[in-house]
């Protein structure tokens, strides 16, 4: 005599303590008594960053021979081909035979040889739509724009349809915390904070980003051991930023949306622009060279004034782009530094004066084999 | 439950052809099938039915109905062939009555009395199979336990009991369609299945079924162990193997013509002895890859739709991006170079030149063990390709890296391409 159980998750619409609802297609046939043994152990994975798995554990009383055990998720959206079922100690005395499914019914029947009457613990995993996840971060800033105390939140809302009693929800990175989630419920959990994490500010011109010509305030983070973080990749998510204003309390003083930044990479955020601080470029020289039918070259050169009215010195960071084949030329001036970081573009810093003493860059550049 | 009452419905009407005796049918209920075998093909929707039944027959000529009302067969396709007594058994002639499409009488000429074994064998639409895989990662990709499934779903409005069953994996060819052959027609024909399918249950083996490989000319034969009864509207999976310690490599891979800009980590695997596998060609499926996440417990990695691997063949599986090993890659430079000229009339023009250009590919590993990359760079046009390191000319435009990263490990490799355009480039 075989024994059937039925595995119903207990969010399934409909179930009760001790009698499981198929849905009855046909009438008579799927309204049974079942044994309906408790969930044990769920975890709820977020490690990859396109689906949810949920793993639970099913302790299931086993008769000697051949057991049916019918698994129904009526109201949730579990993928079926992703189920995965396996009993917890692979050396367990089962074996599973068959999975069969039922036509137009959220359920399916397992059909496990034991080699004797026994209880065992089954590891049961599938895939689970709309669990959604979400990830954001709160920046408070020292006062004097040196440090930062940095906080990664994980917020995950369930639409799933089933509800989690107590799971343990586990991070891309691997934290993993212990929590109820109704369907529907929605929860935002403190994963990590970083205390001192060095922070440096950038002043921007780019005009690819402001096409204004307006200087943006940036902060940068390096994702690296050396400044406080570097632990884990972090995740794309929105950063809210918050200054320690001295008397004991906070401002905020503006939000951007961190991209996702491996380690070794920088987390750039914008909290603004910079009004202080003022630009103005001018092409002095613009000249046609070298001509050789109707190839030619140029001779160009750029001037950018910059004005920082500030009651402090201040570096500018002007980020410029020439395309096809040019050189920069040596009696190029006014710039502290400079890197090219590729062929298309420049980048300068130049020291600007405080209180409105305006400093000049010369970019003097040639283009070559233009047509 | 009856099967006849919803089945195939045969009936035999034995008579003598004789005018007289036409009026005066003798019906007789067909009896109960003693074996029935599906044969299931993938590649198709094409199932071969093959039944044995015992019939007895009076001399003369014996009027068999067969009819099939509610299933999906190919009318075209139904054949009768004794197994026993055949030589005393003769088909006269088919019949397909006006007044229904779902119905054929054989007429059948019988020597003597006696009884035979009949194989009545047809076409049937609506019964499909399909492979499926699930390949367990350890916890640092380096190997895999490959199970393999094999799922038979029938919609064919027809139940089978107690089926052998057999899987064909192959492409045939099929000038016509079985489900249009059949009319299209299906009904769904669920009572009694969920009665079938726990009586199915209790008589099931106690041990897993073996499924048995066997090639045939193009085509390869899975034999399930047993028989099944699988109710219309049921699907059931079974085991086809398992095989624990299969070596997998994991590459990283810049391949945006197959895989999109995105350095993608390949999971290969090659069906052969090497691999602990090769023992038959993989039908085409779906493969799941789940990780070890630690203590037993399942991450998932991805699934990919295969093509059938024959043996000794690779596979290749997109796990996807890893944030933990990145690519960059820079255009640092670019020149013009071997500018030429030519002059129409007065008037010089340029006809031909080459660009010289200069990238830098930053490779970065923060996993916690060596990572394989393979990247492969694609160039449109006449060009050459230089770099400090070694690459591979995988075809006329693409140029490969192959190369390891150690833990935390970091490379820059500097590469240069030069394309010739107009009368520079070669005709």
Same mark, same amino acid.
């Given at each position: ?189 403190? @994963?990590? =904070?970083?205390?001192?994490? +060095?922070?440096? *500010? &950038? ?9 204004? #010509? $307006? @200087?943006? =305030?940036?902060?940068?983070? +390096?994702?690296? *051991? &050396? ?9 794309? #998510? $929105? @950063? ?132 | ?427």
């Amino acid at each position: 005599m075989n024994k059937r159980l039925m595995l119903s998750l207990a969010f399934a619409a409909g179930i009760g303590s001790m009698i499981g609802f198929f849905n009855p297609v046909p009438a008579q046939a799927r309204i049974k008594l079942a044994t309906l043994p408790d969930r044990e152990a769920v975890v709820v994975r977020f490690d990859n960053p396109n689906v949810v798995m949920v793993e639970e554990e099913r302790t299931i009383s086993l008769q000697k021979g051949v057991n049916n055990v019918d698994f129904s998720w009526a109201g949730t959206q579990i993928d079926k081909g992703s189920i995965v079922f396996r009993p917890a100690d692979a050396a367990a005395k089962v074996e599973i035979l068959s999975t069969s499914y039922p036509p137009g019914e959220a359920a399916l029947t397992w059909q496990i040889s034991a080699a004797e009457a026994m209880s065992v613990k089954f590891r049961l995993s599938y895939l689970m739509a709309n669990i959604q996840r979400e990830t954001d971060y709160r920046m408070l800033v020292s006062k004097d724009e040196q440090t930062c105390s940095f906080k990664h939140y994980f917020k995950i809302r369930n639409w799933s349809g089933g509800r989690f009693a107590t799971a343990d929800f586990v991070t891309r990175d691997g934290k993993k915390f212990e929590k109820g989630l109704e369907n529907g419920e929605a929860k935002r959990v403190l @994963v990590n =904070t970083w205390d001192k994490v +060095k922070l440096t *500010k &950038e002043y921007v011109y780019d005009i690819t980003r402001n096409g204004e #010509g $307006k @200087v943006m =305030t940036d902060y940068v983070l +390096k994702n690296a *051991k &050396e400044i406080g973080l570097g632990a884990i990749p972090l995740e794309y #998510g $929105k @950063v809210r930023i918050y200054q320690d204003d001295g008397n004991g309390t906070t401002a905020f003083t503006g939000e951007d949306w961190g991209r996702f930044t491996p380690i070794g990479d920088d987390m750039r955020l914008n909290i603004g622009i910079a009004q202080d601080i003022k630009i103005e470029m001018k092409k002095m020289v613009n000249d046609v060279q070298n001509r050789r039918g109707n190839v030619y070259d140029t001779d160009e050169v750029d001037e950018y004034e910059i004005k920082n009215f500030k009651d402090t010195d201040a570096v500018v960071t002007l980020v410029l782009r020439v395309d096809g084949e040019w050189e920069m030329k040596a009696d190029t001036s006014g710039h502290e530094s400079f890197e090219r970081i590729d062929n298309e573009t420049i980048k300068f810093k130049v020291k600007a004066p405080a209180k409105g003493t305006p400093v000049k860059l010369k970019f003097h550049y040639q283009k070559k084999n233009v047509w | 439950m009856n099967r006849y009452t919803f089945g195939i419905a045969a009936l035999l009407m034995l008579t003598a052809l004789s005018p007289a005796l036409m009026a005066k049918e003798e019906l007789v209920t067909l009896p109960k099938r003693d074996k029935v075998q599906l044969t299931i093909y993938n590649s198709v929707d094409l199932t071969l039915v093959r039944e044995t039944r015992s019939l007895t027959f009076k001399k003369g000529n014996n009027r068999l109905q067969f009819s099939w009302a509610g299933t999906l067969i190919d009318p075209t396709s139904v054949e009768f062939k004794a197994v026993t007594g055949a030589d005393k058994l003769d088909v006269l002639d088919t019949s397909y009555p006006a007044e229904s499409n779902q119905m054929l009488i054989w007429t059948i000429a019988a020597e003597a009395d006696l009884s035979a074994n009949v194989e009545i064998s047809y076409f049937t639409s609506g019964i499909s199979w399909a492979a499926e895989y699930h390949g367990m990662l350890a916890a640092d990709d380096s190997s895999m336990t490959l199970t393999a499934y094999v799922t038979v779903m029938n919609n064919s409005g027809e139940e089978y009991e107690d089926a052998q069953v057999r899987l064909v994996i192959g492409s045939i060819n099929l000038v016509e369609t079985i489900a249009g052959l059949a009319g299209g027609q299906r009904t769904a024909r669920m009572e009694e299945a969920y009665g079938e399918m726990r009586k199915a249950g209790r008589a099931a083996d106690s041990s897993r079924k073996e499924i048995v490989k066997e090639g045939l000319s193009e085509y390869y034969i899975y034999t399930v162990g047993g028989t099944e009864t699988i109710p219309n509207g049921w699907a059931k999976r079974l085991q086809s193997f398992e095989q624990a310690g299969v070596p997998v490599r994991s590459v990283y891979t810049w391949d945006p013509a197959k895989y999109g800009a995105q350095l993608a980590r390949i999971l290969t695997f090659k069906n052969d002895e090497a691999h602990k596998l090769g023992k038959e060609p993989l039908p085409s499926g779906i493969v799941r890859f789940y990780r070890n996440a630690g203590a037993g417990r399942l991450g998932y990695v991805g699934a990919i739709s295969t093509n059938y691997i024959a043996k000794n063949d690779e596979i290749k599986v997109n796990a996807g991006a890893d944030p933990e090993v990145t690519m960059k890659v820079t255009r640092t430079q670019l020149k013009k170079e071997n500018l030429s000229f030519a002059f129409n009339g007065r008037q010089q023009y340029l006809q031909g030149w080459d660009t010289y250009e200069t990238f830098k590919l930053e490779l970065r590993n923060f996993r916690d063990r060596a990572v394989d990359f393979e990247i492969n760079l694609v160039f449109g046009g006449d060009f050459d390709f230089e770099s400090e390191l070694a690459s591979n000319k995988v075809d006329f435009r693409t140029q490969r890296f192959a190369l390891k990263l150690d833990k935390s490990g970091k490379q820059e490799v500097v590469y240069k391409v030069r394309t010739r355009f107009g009368t520079n480039a070669k005709k």
